[in-house]
């Protein structure tokens, strides 16, 4: 996993990361997952996603594409943390 700033960024990601700072979360910008969080000597891996282009019309099942094949990869092999977010709530 490489530690360098995605070119394209969901309009979203700025006020979740700013909220977690306020909070005292340490937080990096990945490449493989968008950001990585340091709380309390734990880490966390977070995908945020823009709800607005998440899901289908009714509302509950993703769009196709909208998850990228890396992003299935990881959510089905990391035995970490790693959460696909878009609020500030779900994490």
Known sequence: MRLAH????DDNER???EDLRRMG???MFGDDVDIICGWRGRSYLF???NPK???KA???TFRKGV???S???IRKTWQGHYSIVWDIEMI
């Open 25 to 27: 979360v340490s937080v």
């Open 15 to 17: 006020e979740i990361v």
């Open 67 to 69: 998850i990228k094949e």
């Open 47 to 49: 995908e945020v996603k």
């Open 6 to 9: 995605a070119k394209r960024r």
């Open 58 to 60: 009714d509302g509950v």
């Open 71 to 73: 992003q299935t990869k």
């Open 53 to 55: 282009r998440l899901f």
